[in-house]
């Protein structure tokens, strides 16, 4: 046999499924594409990544002795499409199918499997870097009226054994979420991420992409993702040495100043398969069991890779293609154009999307409770939001986007990702940032030219959903507050809310990358 290996950007493990028992004769294809770097205008830190990844992958593969075919973006026989591109490469190189790993997209696999009785057959094989598959997740989910994330981290901690003694998790409990609420308080400041060299690779990788993306949204400048394997144990090590133990506690805290806190940061190298899901859940575990780090920490880390992570990759392959059609609130708003150019005056939206800017990055509690917070309330349509989430974050790729977008953001998928909306006033973020102090809007008024927006368009978004939401149980308590409210009070946030949003409308569109 002489197949033609295809490695995607986000496939860079060399125990991947694909490039064990290698035939002699195996050719191994990574193809930087044009159609992979315009589907949505990719942050330029996130291309930069990928494409120093992928070159420093190929290499590696080399001194490994394999035969690797490298297709740069500028090479004047690029397909500029990874379908068209394999499928030049395998007839090029007489191979006799091609074999590539489940994708990472939806949108891949279906084009893959359209080929899969082609001239050179395509041949797709399961992705087994997770602790879970799509098929193990089907079934745990088959016959639940309501599948709960909660449930199936439950089910792969006993069935890892990650923080368990014997059938009992680590501590008596499950779940540490509630010791894990506080704001980051002033006097305490968060190292500094690691910084990683830039080699020739690296550099050479940065001037393509300033040259070739300089119109996609997002700095390059200040790039400092991990982009080889051993970069992303060293990023790892800096997070168990200097950020894990507060972790758990600081995990909601948001700040106007500090865009990492005491976050792990490695998403993007999980995701682009640098590291493993299992080793980077079991340093951490190692961690706590030798006293450098409190189990609420290890625990709140640990739910978030094992339970999270899991459980929107099973949602997405199991819900894929109806998933992304979800509207379950008919939401119909376009993205306001502050997404794109920073322009508000609310402080939180605005520092949450100058971190994305400059660092292709925002944490979980920025890009749920901030951004997409008010996105909800706005009725921002799940299209116009998912596109610009994929397009935005280095750690960004549609499996674990969309669920999170969708699903848990939108409350668009009818309650998959969670069993109620993450609505919030700006009391929440009052509470959880120092946001407020820095801003023109005061928190604590509902009313008037002064009043924080979030207030009105939190009520507002109630009351204009009451049909759907007011039944949820989780709700009653929520929809009790806006039923004492007199009716006077009640037609002011209207009011205000209608006002706001009518000012958000009339905002001149931005047109980033690509005519969006
Ligand atoms: P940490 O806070 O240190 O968390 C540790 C790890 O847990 C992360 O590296 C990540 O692998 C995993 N994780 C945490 N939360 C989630 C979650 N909700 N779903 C899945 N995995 C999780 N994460 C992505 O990897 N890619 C995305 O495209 C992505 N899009 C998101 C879009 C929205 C609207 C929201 C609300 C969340 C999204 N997330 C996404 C999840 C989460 O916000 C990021 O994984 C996290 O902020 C990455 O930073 P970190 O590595 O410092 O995470
Ligand atoms: C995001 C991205 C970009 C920008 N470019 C490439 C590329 O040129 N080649 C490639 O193989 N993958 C790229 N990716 C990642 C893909 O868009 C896609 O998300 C994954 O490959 C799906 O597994
Ligand atoms: Fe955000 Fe409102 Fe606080 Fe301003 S007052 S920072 S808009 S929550």
């Known amino acids: 046999p002489k197949p033609l290996i295809l490695v995607l950007g986000d496939q860079l493990s060399h125990d991947l499924a694909s490039l064990r028992d290698l035939p002699d004769q195996a050719v191994i294809a990574l193809c930087e594409v044009g159609a992979e770097t315009s589907y949505v205008p990719h942050h330029p830190q996130k291309i930069a990544l990928i494409f120093s990844a992928m070159r420093h992958f190929a290499e590696e593969l080399r001194e490994r002795d394999h035969f690797v075919h490298y297709c740069a973006l500028e090479d004047d026989d690029n397909a500029q499409d990874l379908i068209a591109e394999a499928e030049r490469l395998a007839a090029d190189y007489g191979c006799d199918e091609i074999r590539a790993v489940r994708p990472g997209e939806w949108r891949l696999w279906q084009a893959m499997h359209e080929r899969a009785e082609a001239e050179v057959p395509w041949r797709l094989i399961e992705d087994d870097r997770f602790f879970s598959t799509p098929e193990a997740f089907e079934a745990w989910a088959r016959g639940r009226k309501a599948p709960r994330q909660e449930h199936f981290y439950r089910l792969l901690r006993r069935r890892t054994g990650l923080l368990m003694e014997g059938d009992e998790p680590v501590g008596g409990r499950w779940n540490f979420d509630h010791d894990n609420r506080e704001p980051l308080p002033d006097a305490i400041h968060p190292p500094a991420p690691p910084e990683h060299r830039h080699d020739a690779t690296t550099l050479a990788v940065l001037d393509l992409v300033a040259e070739r993306f300089d119109d996609h949204f997002g700095r390059l400048e200040g790039f400092h993702w991990p982009v080889t394997r051993d970069q992303a144990l060293d990023e790892l090590g800096h997070f168990l040495e200097h950020r894990l133990a507060q972790f758990g506690r600081l995990q909601d805290a948001i700040s106007d100043r500090e865009p990492f806190l005491y976050h792990s940061r490695l998403s993007a190298a999980l995701n682009l398969g640098l590291l493993s899901p299992r080793e980077v859940c079991e340093a951490v575990e190692r961690e706590y069991h030798e006293g450098r780090a409190p189990l ?55 520092r949450a999307i100058e971190m994305t800017r400059d660092h292709a990055y925002a944490h979980h509690i920025q890009r749920l409770m901030v951004t997409g917070n008010f996105a909800l309330l706005c009725d921002v349509a799940p299209e116009a939001l998912c596109d610009w989430y994929l397009a935005v974050y280095a750690d960004a790729c549609e499996w674990v986007e969309l669920p999170n977008t969708l699903g848990m953001v939108l409350h668009a998928d009818g309650g998959l990702m969670g069993s109620k909306p993450y609505c919030a ?60 409210m007199s009716d006077a009070k009640r037609a002011a946030l209207r009011e205000q809310a209608g006002a706001f949003l009518e000012r958000l409308d009339a905002a001149p569109a931005y047109s980033p990358a690509h005519g969006q």
């Open 425 to 484: 006033s700006g009391k929440y973020i009052d509470r959880m940032s120092d946001h407020c102090r820095h801003c023109r809007f005061d928190p604590k008024q509902a009313t008037g030219p002064d009043a924080c927006p979030f207030n009105s368009l939190y009520w507002d978004f109630l009351e204009r959903h009451a049909d759907t939401l007011s039944a949820n149980p989780r709700m009653k308590l929520i929809y009790a507050g806006l039923s004492r």
């Open 296 to 350: 609420n920490a290890a625990e709140g880390f640990i739910r978030q890779v094992l339970g999270w992570r899991e459980y929107v990759r099973g949602l997405y392959w199991t819900r894929m293609p109806d998933y992304k059609r979800g509207n379950a609130l008919g939401a119909r708003r376009g993205l306001p154009s502050c997404f794109w150019d920073g322009e508000t005056e609310m402080r939180c939206l605005r």
